[in-house]
C-alpha cells in the first residue's frame, strides 16, 4: 500500500536531490516550473540561466528524469476525443474564417505575419475583442491575455471594435489583461504568469504582440542565432502549452526581413526559420492591398489547402472586403 501511494506521488521541484528552497527558486526564475521541462533541459542552458555549477545541473536533469511522468503514449481515438473539444474563434471576417476552416483553432498557435501596416495588430486588437463574444456570434465567451512588446495594445481601439459589436467597451477592457515585455526573458516569463491568470480567469486567447522583435534585437549575428533560435523554440512551446492546457486560441504577430525569391511571391519572409514555422499550426502571411483591403493567404495549415481572401480594416474593425 505504501509503495502504491509513492508512485502515485506527485513530486515538485523541492523534492529533487540537493534542491533546497533557494535552488528551487532560482530554477523558477530561470523559468524551469516543472520536472518535465528540468528533465529535458540541457546541463550548459541550466547551469547558465539558474546560476549554478554544470555538475550540480547534471544530477538535477538526471533526478528530474527519474521522477518526472513523461506521459504515456496515447491511442488515435482519445487524441479524437480531445480534439473534439476544440472551438473556434471568429476574426470578424466570415471570408477569413472560411479560410481558416472556420476560424481561428483552440490548442493552436496561428502566426500573423507581414510587413509594418499590413494588419497585423489590428486583427490581434479584434481578436481580444471576438473572444467575449457569445458562441452563437463566433466567440469564446472568455477572457483575453495580451503580451505587448512593442508598446502596440490601444485600448482606444478596443472600444470602437467592441461598439461596432453592441458590447459595453468598459466591460470588454476589463476582460482583457495586458502586459508589457522589455525583453525576451521577460516576454517568456509572462507566459508563466499568463498561466496564473488563466487559474483565476476564463482565458481563452492569449495574445503575443509581437513573437520576435526582442529575439532579434538582443541577439544579433550568426554567433548568437543557435542561442536565439534554442530559447524562441522553448517559448513557442510555452505558448503551445498554454493552448493545450486552457483549450485557448494562441494568436502571435511576427515581423518579416528582405528574402528575394521566397515562394509566396513577395520579397520578404517571417523572422524564426524553421522554428517559428515548426511550431505554428498556422502561418497567414498579410500583405497590403488598395485603401483599407489586406490580403490574407493562408501559406501553411495541418489539414487546410492554401488559399487567400481580400479582407477589410474598417473603424468597427476586421471585416470583408
Not at 528533465?39 to 546560476?51: F, I, N, R, T, Y
Not at 517568456?188 to 476564463?202: G, I, Q, R
Not at 525569391?261 to 497567414?284: C, E, K, Q, S
Not at 483599407?292 to 474593425?317: C, F, H, Q, W
Request: charged share 25%; hydrophobic share 40%; net charge neutral.
Amino acid at each position: 500500500m505504501a509503495k502504491k501511494k509513492e508512485e502515485n506521488k506527485e513530486y515538485t521541484i523541492e523534492d529533487l536531490p540537493g534542491v533546497g528552497p533557494a535552488t528551487a527558486e532560482k530554477l523558477r526564475d530561470a523559468g524551469y516550473t516543472d520536472l518535465i521541462e528540468l528533465a529535458v533541459a540541457s546541463p550548459k542552458d541550466l547551469a547558465e540561466l539558474a546560476g549554478i555549477g554544470e555538475g550540480v545541473a547534471q544530477k538535477i536533469i538526471a533526478a528530474a528524469r527519474k521522477y518526472a511522468n513523461v506521459g504515456d503514449f496515447e491511442t488515435g481515438d482519445t487524441i479524437m476525443e480531445r480534439r473534439s473539444k476544440l472551438t473556434k474563434l471568429t476574426t470578424g471576417s466570415k471570408e477569413m474564417d472560411d479560410l481558416l476552416g472556420g476560424g481561428l483553432e483552440t490548442q493552436s498557435i496561428t502566426e500573423f505575419f507581414g510587413e509594418f501596416g499590413s494588419g497585423k495588430t489590428q486583427i490581434v486588437h479584434q481578436l481580444a475583442v471576438n473572444v467575449q463574444l457569445p458562441k452563437d456570434k463566433g466567440g469564446l465567451e472568455g477572457h483575453a491575455i495580451f503580451i505587448d512588446t512593442e508598446n502596440t495594445f490601444r485600448p482606444e481601439r478596443i472600444v470602437q471594435m467592441a461598439q461596432a459589436y453592441g458590447l459595453d467597451p468598459k466591460e470588454a477592457l476589463k476582460k482583457i489583461h495586458v502586459a508589457r515585455a522589455f525583453n525576451s526573458h521577460h516576454q517568456m516569463l509572462l507566459v508563466d504568469k499568463a498561466m496564473e491568470v488563466a487559474k483565476e480567469f476564463p482565458v481563452r486567447l492569449l495574445v503575443v504582440d509581437s513573437l520576435t522583435a526582442h529575439f532579434r534585437a538582443e541577439y544579433v549575428g550568426r554567433s548568437s542565432l543557435a542561442e536565439r533560435q534554442q530559447l524562441l523554440n522553448r517559448h513557442m512551446h510555452d505558448l503551445l502549452k498554454f493552448a493545450d492546457i486552457n483549450n485557448a486560441v494562441v494568436a502571435v504577430t511576427n515581423q518579416v526581413s528582405a528574402k528575394p525569391d521566397t515562394f509566396w511571391g513577395d520579397p520578404t519572409a517571417p523572422i524564426g526559420g524553421h522554428i517559428v514555422a515548426h511550431n505554428a499550426t498556422y502561418r497567414i502571411y498579410l500583405r497590403k492591398s488598395r485603401g483599407n483591403k489586406r490580403i490574407a493567404r493562408l501559406i501553411d495549415s495541418p489539414s487546410l489547402p492554401d488559399g487567400e481572401v481580400v479582407i477589410a480594416i474598417t473603424n468597427e474593425g476586421i471585416r470583408d472586403a
